[in-house]
C-alpha cells in the first residue's frame, strides 16, 4: 500500500505542474502524465488519458478521454478524441478520432481531418487533407486538400516487401477504393469509387476500375428460394 501511496503522490505532483502552467485537468481520474511531458497552455486534458515519453502537445488542443500519446509532436489548437498515437508529428488545428490510430513515423500536416477507425502508418498528409471513416493510409505521400471516401486502402504489402503510394494534390478518391503501391495518383485525380487502381493516374485524369454490373434475371430469386426467414 504505502508503494501505491507513493506513485499515486507522484502523479498528483506532476498533474500540479501542468496545472500551475494553465493546462485545464477538470478531474484527475486515470490520467497518467510521464514527467518529460511538455503541455502548452490552454490545453484540456480529460479523464483517462495517458500521454508517455518526450510528447510535446501545443496550445489550446483537447486531448479526450481514452487518448494514449506516446513520443508525439503536437501542435496548437488540436483535437485528438479517443485515440492512439505513436512517434509522430501533428500539425496545428487537426482533427483526429474517435477510434483512430497514428503509427510511427507519420507526419499529419495543419488543418487534417481524419475521422473514426482511421489508420495512419509512415505516411504524411498534406495541408487540409480530409479521411473521413474506415481508411487505411499506409507507406504513403499524400498531398494538400485530398479526399478520401470511407473504406479506402492503400494496398502496401504484397507479403515479402512493402511499397509506396503517392497521391497528388486535391485528388478525390472515391469509396472503397485500393490503391496497389507502388503507384501514383496525379493532382486533381478524380478515383470512382469501388476501383482497384494498378497503374499511375495522370493530372486530372478520371479513373474507373471496376467490372460492368450484369444483371441475371430471377437468379437472385433462385438462389434465395430456400433461405428461411428470421422474423
Not at 73 to 87: E, F, K, L, M, P
Not at 96 to 102: A, K, L, N
Not at 159 to 187: M, Q, S, W, Y
Request: proline share 3%.
Amino acid at each position: 500500500m504505502e508503494k501505491l501511496h507513493m506513485l499515486e503522490e507522484a502523479r498528483l505532483k506532476i498533474l500540479e505542474k501542468h496545472l500551475e502552467h494553465d493546462v485545464r485537468i477538470l478531474c484527475a481520474d486515470g490520467i497518467v502524465i510521464e514527467e518529460d511531458v511538455v503541455i502548452g497552455p490552454g490545453t484540456v486534458i480529460e479523464p483517462g488519458v495517458v500521454l508517455l515519453g518526450e510528447t510535446i502537445i501545443g496550445e489550446n488542443c483537447v486531448i479526450t478521454s481514452g487518448s494514449r500519446i506516446e513520443n508525439c509532436i503536437i501542435g496548437d489548437g488540436t483535437v485528438i478524441n479517443a485515440s492512439q498515437c505513436y512517434r509522430s508529428r501533428i500539425g496545428n488545428e487537426v482533427s483526429i478520432g474517435p477510434f483512430s490510430h497514428i503509427r510511427p513515423n507519420s507526419e499529419i500536416e495543419d488543418h487534417v481531418h481524419i475521422g473514426d477507425f482511421v489508420e495512419v502508418k509512415n505516411s504524411t498528409l498534406g495541408v487540409g487533407t480530409s479521411v473521413s471513416h474506415l481508411t487505411y493510409v499506409g507507406d504513403s505521400d499524400v498531398g494538400r486538400n485530398v479526399n478520401f471516401g470511407c473504406g479506402c486502402v492503400t494496398v502496401n504489402y504484397d507479403g515479402v516487401h512493402k511499397f509506396r503510394c503517392k497521391i497528388g494534390d486535391d485528388a478525390f478518391i472515391g469509396c472503397n477504393t485500393n490503391l496497389v503501391a507502388p503507384v501514383e495518383v496525379g493532382n486533381k485525380a478524380f478515383i470512382a469509387a469501388g476501383s482497384t487502381i494498378t497503374d499511375g493516374i495522370p493530372d486530372g485524369d478520371f479513373a474507373i476500375a471496376r467490372a460492368r454490373q450484369v444483371n441475371k434475371q430471377g437468379l437472385g430469386a433462385e438462389k434465395l428460394k430456400d433461405r428461411k426467414r428470421k422474423f
